[in-house]
Structures are given as C-alpha cells and as structure tokens.
C-alpha cells in the first residue's frame, strides 16, 4: 500500500479518535475514556510510525517485521569476516568476506519471478552498522536484472553510497546448530570513487 495514502486514512482515523474522546469528556462517560485514549494513542503511534518510515510502498510484513525488531530486537550474532583492502584499476576498495553462516538478507522475488530483489534494507543496514560503514537508504533490484548480464546474477550495487560503490553479493547459506538453510550475504565491497 502506498505511504501517503494509509498517512492520510490514520491521519482521519486520529481525528475521529479525538473527536470521540472529547465528546467522552465533556458528556463524562467515565467507562469509554480509557477506550478513546487507547484509540488516540495507538493511532499517533501509527501516524508518527507512518511519518518517519523512509518507503514509499508498505506490506504488512514490512510493519510485522519493524514492530518485532522495536520490541524483540534481534541479538546480533558475532559473524566471522575477513577485510581485505587494496587497489585494482578502477580504484581503492574495501572487501568483506563472510564465513558460512553468513548474515542473513532478506528478498522478495519480483513480478516476473527471475530476480530476488533486496524486500527492506535493514537486513543490509544492520550487517552495515556491525562493520562500522554507513548505512544504505533505499532498497534495490537484483543487478541482473539492470544489467541483463548473466555474471551479475545474485549481486546488488548502490552506486550512491556515501563511501563509493557499494556491492553486496549473496549465495544461500546453511546454519548447521539451526538446521536452516537461507539466503545470506557473502561478500561487500565498497570501491571508493
């Protein structure tokens, strides 16, 4: 659903809210106060929510998914990496090699069902903050699916990052204590410009 739109129906929702609880008040229906105030409150939450989120589309497992890791944040497991610096012919780079289990990434497959392009990036975020790197802003597609090249399949590029070009390159992990098998990333390199 689209941000604006859901701001605009709980920004009424509020409004009726707060009619309600001022009829409450002034008629002094002593039992439904705490039924208005409840509704007043839950409603600027989800209004404030709704302010700040930086999408422009929400799913419900998008709100499913933030409001457990406001309440249950998950603990950030000590990952195994390796950082590796230098410079090729384009330029200096950082790299980060992951050993399996990698972190977890979070996808979607897209409409026409080729490409897994990256759902929410707090998956990616939350790897960015545990290496001390700045975060990404926006979501992006499977680099396959820009390029058309079969080399860039499982790879993601923001090609805005504040440090460079970042790349986040995927493969499917397996975490043999969970008995799980996921999707994870692998490998980040940031090229600096």
């Known amino acids: 659903m689209n941000v604006e739109t859901l701001k605009t129906i709980v920004l009424v929702l509020l409004g009726l809210s707060v009619i309600w609880l001022l009829r409450v008040l002034v008629k002094k229906e002593t039992d439904n106060i705490v039924r208005s105030l409840l509704a007043c409150v839950l409603l600027g939450g989800a209004f404030f929510y709704l302010q700040n989120t930086k999408l422009e589309t929400l799913h419900f497992s998008d709100i499913r998914e933030q409001i457990k890791n406001i309440f249950f944040p998950e603990k950030t497991p000590n990952y195994i990496f390796h950082k590796d610096e230098g410079s090729n012919a384009n330029g200096r780079y950082i790299r980060y090699f992951f050993e ?43 680099l396959v699916s820009i390029t058309g090249s079969a080399n860039d399949i499982s790879f993601y590029r923001w090609d805005d990052y504040e440090l460079g070009i970042l790349t986040v390159e995927r493969a499917i992990c397996q975490d043999r204590d969970m008995l799980e098998s996921y999707q994870c990333i692998i490998n980040i390199l940031v090229a600096r410009r």
């Open 100 to 142: 399996s289990p990698g972190p977890k990434l979070s996808l979607d497959l897209d409409p026409s069902g080729k490409y897994f392009n990256i759902r929410d990036i707090h998956s990616i975020n939350r790897i960015l903050d545990y290496l001390g790197l700045p975060e990404v802003k926006r979501p992006v597609p499977e």
